[in-house]
């Protein structure tokens, strides 16, 4: 079946800690994207890809960082400088236009 | 910049009752428009999408309305059921590289 999938479901990360949340689609799509939900918001754009090899900020992009060296895969590095980490993230895919396809999160916790 | 506001934050029914969820947004110049269902812990479903040149789209009892002109969506859900209870996105694309500006979200609870 084709999907996208995020791993790990739950995360935890001391302080000063890089980590990285895994985002891997098998639907051709061009587009990934990264979101970040906190409670009672609305999702807000971290980082976006439309080919491989090339990605750009979102909205709250600062602490975050990405790589597209796959059009399959889209990982998120959450880095020490992301103070306020807390939060579900959430990877979603799509080709120009077309309804986008999310996986099902991340949680990610400081501890 | 776009924004995207969700009336009303949260919403309880009967069962059985039909309902309406309002979308609205501050820039027409959009791509289409995208209603989104998510349950407690998981990733979003794309409910229905809705081109910027169409009027409506419908899915069983979902039916999904857009005036661009105005700035406004909205979802009707016919006959609600428990299993309707979910938070419900708004999303616009405003066409540059197919970004998604999300609403808050209505969290709808239907009651048996």
């Known amino acids: 079946d084709g999907g996208i999938t995020q791993s790990p479901k739950y995360l935890f990360r001391k302080e000063g800690q890089n980590v990285t949340l895994s985002c891997e689609q098998n639907?051709?799509?061009?587009?990934m994207y990264w979101y970040r939900q906190d409670p009672g918001q609305g999702l807000r754009l971290i980082y976006y890809?439309?080919?491989?090899?090339?990605?750009q900020k979102g909205d709250i992009a600062e602490g975050y960082s990405v790589s597209r060296e796959k059009k399959e895969s889209f990982p998120l590095t959450v880095t020490s400088a992301q103070k306020n980490p807390t939060a579900f993230y959430l990877c979603?895919?799509?080709?120009?236009?077309?309804?986008?396809?999310f996986g099902q999160g991340t949680r990610l916790t400081v501890v | 910049k776009q924004e995207v506001t969700q009336i009303p934050a949260a919403l309880s029914v009967p069962e059985g009752e039909n309902l309406v969820l309002n979308c609205s947004f501050t820039?027409?110049?959009?791509?289409?428009l995208q209603w989104f269902r998510q349950d407690p812990g998981k990733g979003l479903t794309s409910l229905l999408l809705?081109?910027?040149?169409?009027r409506e789209q419908t899915s069983g009892r979902l039916n999904a309305s857009l005036d661009k002109s105005s700035g406004r969506s909205t979802l009707y859900i016919a006959a609600s059921q428990p299993g309707d209870s979910a938070t419900y996105l708004c999303?616009?694309?405003?066409?540059?590289?197919?970004?998604?500006?999300f609403g808050k979200g209505t969290l709808l609870t239907v009651n048996p």
């Open positions: 639907l051709n799509h061009d587009a």
């Open positions: 999303a616009v694309d405003g066409g540059s590289n197919y970004k998604l500006t």
């Open positions: 890809s439309q080919i491989v090899n090339d990605f």
């Open positions: 820039d027409s110049a959009i791509y289409n």
């Open positions: 809705i081109q910027s040149s169409q």
């Open positions: 979603a895919s799509s080709i120009g236009g077309s309804a986008a396809f």
